[in-house]
Each structure stands twice: as structure tokens, then as C-alpha cells.
């Protein structure tokens, strides 16, 4: 146990929460008035109010064959079709030309204006487009004579066609438009909708091409474009989809008096199977050939921008209310209310499946082509809640609450989200995305370029999604009006799961020479949350006075775990193999394999929480922040590795991506290998909370600041991430052959709680008796662990005089329980007086850590006369119960006078800390061997650290020469039970090296510490 205090003033009274729990209770009152308002129902209806129905099955059923037999000698079109299915338990639609379901213009005062919607569906909705092709395909025996001869300088483009399938279980539009030059509401205005989906919607598309199928089979085919380009097929499917919404214009003036309000509101519940399904064999090119059928030559063939995509959705709803106006009088506590609620209980699921995404040139050689592969994608997306809900309220002039001093006008947002079903799961497999060339074992490839760039594989799962805003602009003043948000997620059972399956991304060519291979700038990524939310209240005008912001939001996961995977095999110039064994050889050969990057992330909860207010002066404006994410049980991962099946185990078992080229022989050339990334990113609770008031003049008042609350609770479930990933080239080296693998990185973070807390409060002038209150508490009970195994390739030499380097590559992992950046920032130009600026950080851990990197570099030759060169990698491991950064930052132009700073850091830890870090050579070898002219390993690094508890404490107060009065206290009380070990090693050597061997400047460190705090306090002058 270790306490560090310094104290020249006094602790931190508990009474300074209170405020924090008083304001909470505030807007939980003040929405249980709005909910009474809506409760007393509708009065008059003078909008539409349909009501739905649907119980029986709707299918409908597509497909179609669009194919063009014959490529002829000069141009050959296939665009701009189109094959699709649609079916809809129930649609509301506007009405043709309408904007909105309900418009009222050019009256001065719209009486009960109503828009409701409501829809059931109980029967089974389905739509299927399957047996579907458009292209050109000249194969098969009935094409034969239309295609015979040779095609010189040919053209063919398979361009902007779509093959889709649709279906939804509920959709409608309840949106209502006010307008008038100058408006009085006095009565409340409402739009509403009310969805059920109690059956199976399911969408499934089936394609066996999309592209082009060429068979030559006689003459000579030189010359030729074929063009694939911005062609889709897409699956949509969608249990319940609303618009609901009131948009209010008066570019004179508007009122919303005391018995007047704009109310929207959407509740929408999903039960059932929402399934969406998307089946491609080929997107792009195949070239058809036999030993005695002609070889393209001298030809282009591209394959860009394309798209297979899946996507399913429980419930999907926009609710927003937007007013715009000269001016604005509120004469209400409550004038604008936008209100959603969604329950999803079924099944979610979305899968995309592609075969070729790309060009696949069998023909027995290829000489002189250009293969480009280059923007398609392929994804999936799944969630069982998504929503937008918002409120704006925009004035060219003023806005204004009740002129009687008492409560302020809020408008206000609320979100409620349940996910109670069997899961959520997204899920995109590829077997070939890029260029394959010459697969015959007699043939060969000459003078080929081969480029796959900015291409995109994504599986994206979310169990509920929430995007929520509201904001106030005036260009003058606004006064006592503020904005209220709440938003309530709560995860009860089933998994969410996203999965990326890439068999091979990148060139492939079996025996090639004098060609190039560039494979750069792709994504793999998979990204899984069981909860995530997006909150901002953003007020801005001139002179702001009694103008509060509020965001309070609550997420709870009590079961169900949380997965992202990135499944890949082979990514750059990938093998072609015999069995087991690679045979495919490259004579000089220029292979670039940059900037691709492999991504997972995982998580349980993410919550940002922005509050914003800026004007030229404040006076009593201030922002509040309610961050509280339980988290019961439930396990979160993320993995990037190779999942290889092992029968009969029923589970994968990772083993190594290989990132890179792969081959039998390189012979001449070079291989570059750069700028490649892998990384890991597994979490329970991620919090981003900021507030931040900003003033032109001054900021006054004691209900100005800021206070800011963060509670983070993970009671069970492990956080684990993991990366098993090969940079660089395998092979048999000769011929004077340059392999350079540098500025590649592997990574893996876990966390169980992690938040960033920031409070800003920056006056132009004086800044007068704010309110500036942080508090994090945060406790963590599962274990927490990142891996990542990284092997740095560089084949094996054969009297190869080619040099190689091995440069500044990084494999880290980072595993903390409990991770905590909280900052505290005060800038008045001239004078600040009154202030109580509190920080409190607590943080316990229970949980076991472990974080484990592994790198490993080995470089072999027999009779090599290449320099070798290994420099500057870095193999980092971190492990932490308990991190936390707090820092109090107040500065003024001239005095600081009466005012307090107190910040106090609790941390606890009582599980067993380990990290582990070892820069390898292949087991039993030496890091170099061979007869290499030169041997340099220098600079490389290995880190291990582990912390039971860390802190960083700041407290740093700017003042004039002799105008700082300030009551500062600073305490930081860590208590420690659990076992810290770090340990790290390596084998940086060489051996059987002929000449110039160099070993210089390589740093191997452990750290372990129990406690560790460093606190500072600087109370200085300009």
C-alpha cells in the first residue's frame, strides 16, 4: 500500500457530490412531465392516421438471366439493368410530390395538428431473387461458333447493373410541416408512429455472375478492355423502418405557448427471425482456357467498384423535430419533446458470401496484362435497434423561455432501446478478392501488372445503436431555454457477433516474370457492440443567461457475449499450391504489399456524451453529464488470425495470417513489405464524456460550469484480444533477390472500463464563481487479456546477393482493467474568482491481466553475399489493474483569486497483473545465419511493464506576480494485493555471418511495480 497527499489546503467535503445526484433527479422528473403530456393523448385529428395490418405470407420472387452470349470483335454493353424482389407486410407512403404526410402553411396558429401511424405485421415476409445472371458469357458449346476467331482490340463493359432483394415487415412516414411567415402554437402538434413485427422477414439474393465469362478459342485475343465496374447486388431486410417527425418554419416569428408543444414520438417492436442473405459466385472477370485455347495478351482487364451487400434490421427508425424561425418565444418548461422506444426479441442476421471478387485469368499464359482490382466491397451489417432522434431549434435573431423568473424551457430527447432476443450476427466470406493469373502448370506469366488497391471487406453487429442531438442556435441571445437528453440501452440476453472470412486477398500468379504485384491501402474489418450511443447537446448563440445542457445516459448488459473476428488466410502475393506445398515462382519480379490494414473491434458499451455551450458572455449556463454502464456478464474479443477448422474439434483454432508474399522461389527482384497493420481492440465499457462552455466575455454565475459524472460497473465476463499475424516473404531467395519488411505493426488491446472525462471552461474575460465538478468511478471484476504473435518473414537465401532488411516493425499489446483519462481545464483572459474545482478518480480491480507479445525474426541463407540489416523494431508489452491520468489545468490573464482545486485518486487492485514481451529467433537458430557480407541488429527494443495501480496527478494553476490566491489539495491514496511480474527477453544474434558483424544499441527492459504515482503540483506566474 502506498499514499502520496499533498495537502496545503483541506480534502474534498462529500457534500460536493450532491449537486451531481440533484440534477439527475431533475430530468428524470422533468421527462416524467413530458410522458404525462403525451399521455393525455391526442385531441382533434386533422392528419393522416393509418392503421395497418398484414397477417397473411407476402413473398415475392425474382430472377432473371441478362446475358449477353458473344463478345463481339469491336464493343460489347451489358449496363444499367436491373433484377430485383420486394415484398412489404405494410408501407405507408407519401403521397406523390408530397414532402411530408401532414403540410400546414400559411396559417397563423395550426389547431391540434396530429400524424399517426400504426402498423402490425404477424405473417411472414419474404423476398427472394435467386438463378440470377448479367454479363457476357460466351462459354459453353452453344456459344461456340459466335465466338470463334480472334478479337483484336475488343471492348467489353458489364457496368451499373443490380440484382437486390428487399424485404420489410413494417414501414411508414409520420412527418408533419408547419409553416407561416409569423406563428402561434397553442395547441400541442404531434407525429407519431407505432410498429410490430411479430413474424420472419427474410431477403435472400442469389447470383452465379456479375460480370464477364470469356472463352477464347481461336485466333488471336491481344488488345482487349474488359471493363466490370459499379455493378451491386444487395440484400436489404428490415422488421419495422419509420420516419416520424415535425418541422416548423416562421422566418418573422414563432411562439410555442404554455398549452402548446411539438411531441414526436416512435415505438417500434421486433420479434421473430430478420434475416438478410446475399450469394455471389463471381463479381468481376473469368477468363475460361485450355491447353490449346488462345491467351489474352496485352490487355486490361479492370474490376472496380462493385459492391455485394447484406444488410438486416430489427427495428430502424428516424424521429427528429426541427424548428427554424426569425425568433423564438418558449413560453412552456416543455415545448419540444422528441421521444423513441425500441425492443427487439428475435434473431437478427445478415450474410454476404462472394466467390471471386475480382479477375481469374486460367488460360495457359498471360503475357503483358493488366489486371486492376481496385474499390469493391464486400459487407454485411446486422443490428436489432438503430435510431437517430433529435431536436433543433435555429433562430435568425432570439430565443426565449418564460419571461417569469422560475424553471427554463427544455427542449428535450429520450431514447429508450431493449434487446431481449437470440442474437445479432453479420457475417461477409470471400474466397478470392483480387487478380489470379495463370494456373496451368505449363504456363506462364510475362510482363504482367497486377494491382488490387482500396478494396473493402466489412461485417459490422450491433445490438442497439443510438445516435441522439439537440441543439439551440440563436445569432442573438438565448435565455432561460436549455436542453435535456436521456438515453436508456439495456442488452438482456443473446450474442452479437461479426465476422470477416478472407480465404485470399491480393495477386496470385503461378510462374511469373519481369511482372509486378502492388497490393495496397485494402481493409478487412469486423466490428461488434452488443450497445452503442451517440449523445450531443450543443447550445450557441450571443449573450447566453440561464441556459443549461444535460445529458444523462444509462446502458446495462446483463448476458450475452460480444465478438468481432478477422479471418484471414493470405493477404498480398498469396501462394499457389500443390497440396500443402507453395509452387508458384517469381523471376525478377516487383512485389509491394502497403498499407493494407486488418481489423477487429469489440465491445459491450460505448457511450459518447458531448456537451457544448458557447456565446459571447454566460451567465448561469452550465452542463451536466450522467455517464452510468453496468455490465453483468458476458464475454468480449477480438480476433485477427487465420481460424484453420481442426476436425473433430467443433471450435476453430487460430493459427497465423500470412501478410506478405508467398512463394516456392523469388529469382531477382524485389519484395516490399510495408505499412501493413493488424490490430485487436476488445472492451466491456468505453466512455467518451466531454463538456466544454466557452466565452467570448465573461462567465458568471454560480450556475455556470460544469459538473460530470462517470460510473462504470463490469461485475463478470472476460475482455480478450488476440493477433497471430506473419509480415513478409516466404520463399527460396537467389539472384541477387531484395526483401525488405518495415513499418509494420501487430497490435492488441483489452480493457474492462476505459473512459476519457473532460471539463473546459474557457472566458474571454473574467470567469466568476463556476461550478466545476469531474467524478470516474470505475470497477472491473472479469479478467482482461491481449496477445499477439508476429513472425518478420524474410525467406530462405541460396547464394542470394540481394540485401534484406527487417526495419522498424511493431508488435505491442496493451491489457488494463480499468483505464481513466480525467481532466479538469479553467482559462480566463483576465480575472477568475469563486472557483471549486473538484476531481475525484476511483478505480478497483479484481480481475486477472495478462498482456504477451511475441516477435520473431529469423534470417536464413546458404552462401548469401546480401547484407542484412535488422533495425529498429519494437516488441512492447503493458499490463495494468488500475491507469489513470488526472490533471486540474487553470489559468488566468491576471489574478486567480478565491478559488479552490482539490483532486483525489483512489485506486485498488488485488488481481494478478503479468506482461510479457520477447524479441525471438526461430527456435534453435540465430536471429542471422548464413554467409551474409554483413550483419547489422541494431536498435531493436523489448519492453515488458506491469502496474498493480498507475497514476499520473497534475495540478497546475497560472496566475500574475502576486495576484495567486488559490486552496489547492492533491491526494492519491493505491492499495496493491494481487501479483505484478514482467518479464522480458529475446535472442538478437547471428551466426556463420562472414564479415561486418554489428550488435548495437538493443534494449531489452522488465518493469514491475505494485504502486506507482506521480503527482505534481505547480502553482506558478506568468
Known amino acids: 500500500m502506498s499514499r502520496h497527499t499533498t495537502s496545503p489546503s483541506r480534502r474534498l467535503p462529500r457534500h460536493h457530490l450532491a449537486p451531481l445526484a440533484a440534477a439527475v433527479a431533475l430530468l428524470s422528473a422533468a421527462l416524467g412531465a413530458q410522458a404525462q403530456i403525451i399521455s393525455a393523448g391526442p385531441p382533434s385529428v386533422i392528419g393522416p392516421t393509418p392503421s395497418q395490418s398484414s397477417s397473411g405470407p407476402i413473398t415475392a420472387n425474382g430472377g432473371a438471366n441478362l446475358v449477353l452470349g458473344t463478345l463481339d470483335p469491336v464493343t460489347t454493353n451489358n449496363s444499367n439493368n436491373s433484377i430485383g424482389a420486394s415484398a412489404h407486410g405494410n408501407e405507408h407512403q407519401l403521397a406523390p410530390g408530397a414532402t411530408e404526410a401532414l403540410s400546414i402553411t400559411s396559417q397563423a396558429g395550426a389547431v391540434n395538428p396530429v400524424v399517426a401511424a400504426t402498423q402490425l405485421v404477424t405473417g411472414a415476409v419474404t423476398a427472394n431473387t435467386t438463378n440470377s445472371t448479367i454479363g457476357i458469357d460466351t462459354t459453353g458449346a452453344v456459344n461456340a461458333l459466335a465466338n470463334a476467331g480472334s478479337r483484336i482490340g475488343a471492348t467489353a463493359n458489364v457496368s451499373g447493373n443490380e440484382v437486390s432483394s428487399q424485404a420489410t415487415g413494417n414501414s411508414d412516414v409520420a412527418t408533419m410541416a408547419i409553416s407561416a411567415p409569423t406563428l402561434v402554437l397553442a395547441t400541442p402538434a404531434i407525429a407519431g408512429s407505432a410498429q410490430t413485427a411479430a413474424s420472419n422477414i427474410s431477403a435472400n439474393t442469389a447470383v452465379r455472375l456479375l460480370g464477364a ?31 416520424a417527425g415535425i418541422s416548423v418554419t416562421a422566418p418573422a416569428d414563432l411562439t410555442i405557448s404554455a398549452s402548446g408543444a411539438l411531441i414526436s414520438g416512435a415505438t417500434q417492436q421486433q420479434a421473430g427471425t430478420t434475416r438478410a442473405i446475399s450469394t455471389v459466385d463471381t463479381l468481376g472477370t473469368l477468363i475460361q482456357g485450355t491447353l490449346i485455347s488462345p491467351s489474352p495478351s496485352d490487355s486490361s482487364f479492370n474490376t472496380s467498384g462493385n459492391q455485394a451487400t447484406a444488410s438486416a434490421q430489427g427495428n430502424q427508425q428516424s424521429n427528429q423535430i426541427a424548428v427554424a424561425a426569425g425568433s423564438v418565444q418558449l413560453d412552456g418548461t416543455l415545448p419540444a419533446f422528441a421521444n423513441t422506444i425500441q425492443t427487439a426479441s428475435g434473431s437478427t442476421q445478415a450474410q454476404s458470401v462472394v466467390g471471386t471478387l475480382g479477375v481469374s485469368n486460367g488460360s495457359t499464359n498471360s503475357s503483358g496484362n493488366q489486371y486492376i482490382v481496385n474499390g469493391n466491397t464486400a459487407g454485411s451489417s446486422a443490428s436489432g435497434n438503430a435510431g437517430s432522434t433529435g431536436v433543433s431549434v435555429l433562430a435568425d435573431s432570439n430565443i426565449s423561455g418564460p419571461a417569469a423568473m422560475g424553471p427554463e424551457a427544455i427542449v428535450t430527447v429520450g431514447n429508450t ?15 478470392l478478392l483480387g487478380s489470379s493469373m495463370a494456373p496451368s502448370p505449363l504456363g506462364n506469366s510475362s510482363g504482367d501488372t497486377q494491382t488490387i488497391s482500396g478494396n473493402k471487406v466489412y461485417a459490422s453487429a450491433q445490438g442497439s445503436d443510438a445516435t441522439n442531438t439537440a441543439t439551440l442556435q440563436a445569432s442573438s441571445g438565448i435565455d432561460n431555454t436549455g436542453a435535456a437528453m436521456t438515453n436508456l440501452q439495456n442488452h438482456v440476453s443473446g450474442n452479437v457477433s461479426a465476422t470477416t472470412e478472407v480465404t485470399a486477398l491480393g495477386s496470385r500468379a503461378l510462374f511469373s516474370q519481369d511482372g509486378s504485384q502492388t497490393v495496397t491501402g485494402n481493409s478487412l474489418q469486423a466490428t461488434a457492440q452488443s450497445t452503442r450511443a451517440s449523445n450531443a447537446v450543443s447550445i450557441t448563440g450571443g449573450a447566453l443567461d440561464f441556459t443549461p445542457a444535460a445529458i444523462v445516459n444509462t446502458q446495462t448488459h446483463t448476458a450475452g457475449n460480444t465478438s468481432a473476428t478477422v479471418d484471414v488466410a493470405q493477404l498480398g ?125 465573461s462567465m458568471n454565475g454560480a450556475g455556470s460550469g460544469a ?48 473512459a476519457i472525462n473532460a471539463i473546459s471552461l474557457k472566458a474571454g474575460t473574467n470567469l466568476v464563481a463556476p461550478t466545476l465538478q469531474l467524478g470516474s468511478d470505475q470497477k472491473a471484476a472479469g479478467n482482461t487479456s491481449a496477445t499477439v504473435t508476429t513472425n518478420l518473414l524474410t525467406g530462405t537465401g541460396a547464394g542470394n546477393s540481394g540485401a534484406t532488411t527487417v526495419s522498424d516493425n511493431q508488435a505491442s499489446t496493451s491489457a488494463r482493467a480499468n483505464v481513466a483519462n480525467n481532466v479538469l481545464a479553467l482559462d480566463s483572459v483576465t480575472a477568475s474568482g469563486g472557483l471549486a474545482g473538484v476531481l475525484s478518480n476511483v478505480q478497483a480491480n479484481g480481475g486477472q491481466v495478462n498482456a504477451n507479445t511475441t516477435m520473431t525474426i529469423g534470417v536464413q541463407g546458404a552462401l548469401d553475399t546480401g547484407a542484412v540489416t535488422v533495425s529498429g523494431n519494437a516488441v512492447d508489452a503493458l499490463g495494468a489493474g488500475n491507469a489513470a491520468l488526472n490533471s486540474i489545468n487553470a489559468a488566468a490573464g491576471t489574478a486567480f483569486n478565491g478559488n479552490s482545486a482539490n483532486l483525489l485518486n483512489t485506486q485498488t487492485n488485488n488481481g494478478a497483473i503479468t506482461a ?35 497514476a499520473v496527478n497534475q495540478i497546475n494553476i497560472v496566475a500574475l506576480p502576486g495576484q495567486l490566491v488559490a486552496s489547492t489539495n492533491l491526494t492519491s491514496t493505491q492499495i496493491n494485493t494481487g501479483a505484478v511480474t514482467a518479464t522480458a527477453g529475446g535472442n538478437i544474434s547471428s551466426g556463420g555471418v562472414s564479415t561486418g558483424n554489428n550488435i548495437s544499441g538493443n534494449r531489452i527492459s522488465a518493469v514491475a511495480v505494485g504502486n506507482n504515482s506521480v503527482s505534481s503540483m505547480t502553482l506558478g506566474v506568468k
Request: hydrophobic share 35%; glycine share 10%.
Open 213 to 243: 465469362s470469356i472463352q477464347p478459342r481461336s485466333g488471336s485475343w491481344t488488345d482487349l478492355t474488359i471493363n466490370v465496374s459499379g455493378n451491386a447486388a444487395d440484400t436489404n431486410a428490415t422488421a419495422n423502418q419509420s420516419k
Open 417 to 431: 432501446q431493449t434487446f431481449a432476443g437470440t442474437g445479432v450476427s453479420a457475417l461477409t466470406k470471400v474466397t
Open 573 to 697: 502475393s498469396v501462394r499457389t499450391t500443390l497440396g500443402p506445398l507453395p509452387i508458384n515462382t517469381f523471376t525478377r519480379d516487383q512485389q509491394t504489399v502497403s498499407g493494407n490494414t486488418l481489423t477487429a473491434v469489440a465491445s459491450s458499451q460505448t457511450a459518447s456524451n458531448q456537451a457544448a455551450i458557447s456565446g459571447s458572455s454566460l451567465d448561469n449556463a452550465g452542463a451536466l453529464i450522467a455517464n452510468a454502464q453496468t455490465h453483468v456478464s458476458g464475454n468480449v474479443s477480438a480476433t485477427v488470425a487465420n481460424l484453420n477448422q481442426v476436425s473433430p474439434a467443433p471450435t476453430p483454432s487460430p493459427i497465423m495470417t500470412m501478410v506478405g508474399v508467398g512463394a516456392l522461389s523469388l529469382s531477382g527482384g524485389q519484395s516490399v513489405v510495408s505499412g501493413n497493420n493488424a490490430s485487436a481492440d476488445a472492451n466491456i465499457n468505453l466512455a467518451a464524456n466531454s463538456a466544454a462552455l466557452k466565452s467570448d466575455t
Open 707 to 754: 459538473i460530470l459524472g462517470n460510473v462504470q460497473d463490469a461485475q463478470g465476463g472476460n475482455a480478450s484480444s488476440l493477433v497471430q499475424v506473419d509480415f513478409g516473404v516466404s520463399g527460396l531467395r537467389s539472384g541477387g533477390h531484395e526483401a525488405i519488411v518495415s513499418d509494420n505493426s501487430a497490435s492488441a488491446s483489452a480493457s474492462q472500463n476505459q
Open 916 to 950: 510479457t514481451a520477447a524479441l525471438n529467433a526461430p527456435a534453435g537458430q540465430p536471429m542471422v545465419s548464413g554467409g551474409a557480407s554483413g550483419s547489422n541488429l541494431l536498435n531493436n527494443t523489448v519492453t515488458a511493464t506491469a502496474y498493480g495501480n498507475n
